[in-house]
């Protein structure tokens, strides 16, 4: 009774405190909630609306009508868009595999707190705080091949070195070679400071079993490190995929279109050609593209290791 | 009469306010301009906007831009009709925006204005028009150009008189029989900077750019033709010219390492005549630009706005800006090529630019502009970066820019300007 009692007269208080608070907390979170409303569904719902939309603004001050999924399937059959999605593949791809195994090595060769190890780190981590347009240029420069350093430096070793931005082939290694120089210190920087993290009595015990330093990192270190390689995987997959501006002055997007990813073709068909139906509908794909790439990530995360 | 003493007096006080504010009927109004910020056309607006806010009583606001952000900025500002800018710095780039420019026929006419410009610079073309009625006045002109070594030809006894890319491509084969062994090429492009190569091509091509029907097309035959003779232009080029920029190629003539060079000759005057920046000074000419096709054109026009609060203080500023002698003044101290005439016969530039006036002018007078809106241009010099590298023959290139442009609609301010200057398929 004394029990029913007792609960009863919590619950009334907590009732009271609930009524009480309420129009604090409504006044509290309804700006919030429109800040949030205003600065990201807004937009999201209106490039929604746009993307079924005909709408070029140099024709028409005002969407010309609704035009169902047309925006999308034109987009879909677009050659230079399909283009764009596979350059777009390749050099995340290519760049995100480099910079997480070269990342996670450089986290490990500069393990340590001596000041030789922090210096190294400091001057490694450069790279990072360059602007992408003047880190393409800079590459720009590097690559050039006449009088680019990178082959004259391969020169010496007696290699002839290639049309690094005339062939599209070499073009996309270029922006590749680019977004790993300058990102890599990211991933290192994460995986440093998650290293430090991990417990020693656990390398302690896998010492005493006698498991070889291989072995420790696989089995000990990897899984612990593993989430949080995967959350900065997600992350640099999403710059990297987002690039326009050091593409822009490396490359230009060229030769013709081999280094035009997809990000640069919206960034034209919105800015450039004012078509503002297909680029929603084309931001959109991406947006689905971009999502599917990190959920896959996620489950992996979700995954025992 | 105390009180007509007062009276008197305060109209003589107000006489010369009286007569200000007829000298200066436009004094409070607010004009905004844009420009490139390019420090040269920027530069010399900044360099009269004291005199003329002085002169005038109208407050002038200058907006410079990166040309990609200007060119942003004028289709927006105009489509959506917002009237940000009064003065607007444009040419054929804004060409689907011309229709909400306002006619400068009555203006001109009111105040009899004029001056010596270039004849071929007035005509629709190279001139904004829009329904048969100016809207734009240059106030650059820049035309593409061939220069040549001067010490190199006179010692192969070559003369730089060609009409045609046949001949000079004679040219270019008695040079490099004259060259074999050294390490001077015959000839340089920027070929890596692919927004470029469609200079050459439209030099090489004399077929329509727009077809009976009105959309963007190309003659065939003489597309495939002009194509292949400007990737035959290769062989000709130091190695590795697929991937020279601008800087670059110049760099490549400024050194002594090309005897001919196709380019803006704006880039490079300056440089070639300084010593520090140049191993060719005295020793180079401009050339006449090869035919059948024309010198491509980059004349800068200024526009009114048609959704401008205040046309005519718009127009002081149009005044003020393109003169003869701001013109000559741009072209001595920032090297912007000058629309007027007078420029190109004034007797002390004559004498340092002989070298280079004579060929520049005439190349001038025939150079025409193109109808191409930003996105066609951008099909078109992508598909052509793909075949100068090989990754495409000329007959998958055509096929697929014009599989692009038959997307694209031409703007009718640039139909007019292509059927002025015999772009158009006769139909």
Known sequence: MASSVATKSSSSTSNWHRRHDLPWLVAFVIPAFLIVVAVQFYPLAYSAYLSVQDWVLTESQTPKGFVGLQNFAAELADDTFRRSVRNSVYITGGALALQMTLGICLAYLTMGSSWRMRAIRTLLILPMVIAPVAAGTLWRILLNSRAGLVNHLLSLIGVKGPEWLASPDWAIVSVVLLDTWQWTPFVLLVVSAAIASVPSDLLEVAAIDGASRWKTFLYVELPLLMPLLLLTLVFRMLESLLSLDSIYSLTFGGPGYSTYTLTYYIYTLGLRSFNFGAAAASSWLFMIFASVSIGVVFWFQRREW | ?427
């Open chain 2, 1 to 427: 009469m105390k009180k007509a003493l007062l009276l008197v007096l305060i109209v003589i006080l107000l006489l010369p306010a009286g007569a200000l504010a007829q000298d200066m009927p436009h004094a409070g109004a607010e004009v905004v301009t844009n420009f490139m910020q390019s420090g040269t056309y920027d530069i010399g607006a900044e360099q009269l906007e004291p005199g003329f806010e002085e002169a005038t009583g109208i407050e002038l606001e200058i907006v410079a831009s990166p040309f990609v952000v200007l060119v942003q900025n004028n289709i927006t500002d105009l489509s959506t009709g917002t009237g940000e800018f009064d003065v607007i710095s444009g040419d054929f780039w804004i060409g689907s925006v011309w229709n909400h420019m306002q006619p400068l026929d009555d203006l001109i006419e009111r105040d009899m204005w004029g001056g010596s410009f270039i004849e071929g610079l007035m005509k629709q073309g190279p001139s904004a028009f829009f329904d048969g009625k100016r809207i734009g006045i240059p106030y650059s002109a820049d035309a593409y150009g061939l220069i040549y070594r001067t010490d190199i030809f006179e010692e192969a006894g070559i003369s730089a008189d060609w009409e045609t890319w046949d001949e000079f491509f004679e040219a270019l084969d008695a040079l490099e029989m004259h060259l074999e062994g050294s390490d001077i090429a015959p000839n340089v492009f920027a070929f890596g900077a692919y927004e470029q190569t469609p200079a050459i091509f439209l030099g090489m091509y004399d077929g329509y750019l727009v077809d009976a029907e009105g959309n963007y097309a190309l003659d065939h035959d003489k597309a495939v033709a002009a194509l292949n003779q400007m990737k035959s232009l290769l062989d000709y080029n130091p190695e590795g010219a697929t991937s020279l920029s601008i800087d670059e190629a110049n760099s490549v003539f400024l050194t002594g390492k090309a005897a001919t060079m196709i380019c803006w000759v704006s880039f490079v005057r300056a440089a070639a005549q300084d010593p520090d920046a140049s191993l060719v000074v005295d020793n180079w000419a401009t050339a006449p630009f090869p035919g059948p096709g024309f010198p491509f054109l980059s004349a800068w026009n200024l526009f009114i706005s048609g959704f401008s609060e205040n046309p005519d203080a718009a127009w002081e500023w149009i005044k003020y800006y393109i003169t003869e002698e701001e013109a000559k003044r741009r072209f001595v101290e920032l090297g912007v090529g000058s629309p007027f005439l007078s420029t190109y016969e004034d007797a002390e530039l004559i004498e340092k630019y002989s070298h280079d006036f004579p060929n520049m002018v005439a190349n001038l007078n025939r150079a025409e502009s193109v109808p191409w809106i930003f996105a066609a241009f951008e099909i078109f010099f992508r598909h052509m970066g793909e075949f100068v590298i090989g990754a495409v023959d000329v007959e998958t290139m055509l096929e697929n820019t014009l599989a692009d442009w038959s997307e694209l609609e031409v703007p009718e301010g640039l139909l007019q300007s292509a059927a002025a200057q015999g772009q158009m398929q006769e139909g």
